[in-house]
């Protein structure tokens, strides 16, 4: 009697555990599916040739959002106001090219009489004209928006502040929390530094 129950409960347990190990399978293969479904079927399907240095990480860029500042479109006459600024972006102690003529000629801004954004560069110095046929104040994130490129407290480009990295503004060498936020004043000195935070 007591080796027959024995037999029972041993059936029973050996059932169970064929059970519980069938639903795990089946829920690592759904987990499976799921991750596939999520990265576009590469988890199955990457070489042993790839490498961490080809995987692009894509963001979400505050020029997706662009302040309607940035769709004025504009030309010489008529200007209620007209002056500059310098910027300079370093990312990892790498001083960035600002490209020329950002904000002139745009999909935008390209009619005559109205070829220019509200921001826009003429050169690759770093100097930015702001321009506008009323006398408003500009934030500079305006000016990321027209650049297409992302800029707020989180990062600049693609590179985000972490906890190994951190993002610096300085207007005339002080530090500046308003980020794309900063009205643009003639005459300023404005760096953005992107670096490793010190330890």
Known sequence: ME????????????SETRIWTIITTLSLAALLILLAQQYG???????SDDSSENEEII?????DNPDPIAQNCLDHSGLARHDHSNLNIYINGVEQMIPSSVGINTE???????????????????KLHIESNEDIDIPIG???DIWGVHFNETGIFDYRVNSTHELI??????ANYDFDNYFLINGKEIAIVYQERAV
Not at 120 to 126: A, E, I, Q, W
């Open 108 to 126: 935008v801004c390209n009619q005559e009489g109205g070829n220019m954004h509200a921001v826009h560069t003429h050169d690759g110095s770093g």
């Open 142 to 144: 305006v000016f990321f």
């Open 41 to 47: 079927g590469d988890l199955f399907n990457q070489s």
């Open 59 to 63: 963001f979400a860029s505050t020029a």
């Open 169 to 174: 503004m300085t207007i005339d060498g002080l």
């Open 3 to 14: 080796s027959k129950l024995s037999q029972i409960i041993g059936d029973i347990v050996n």
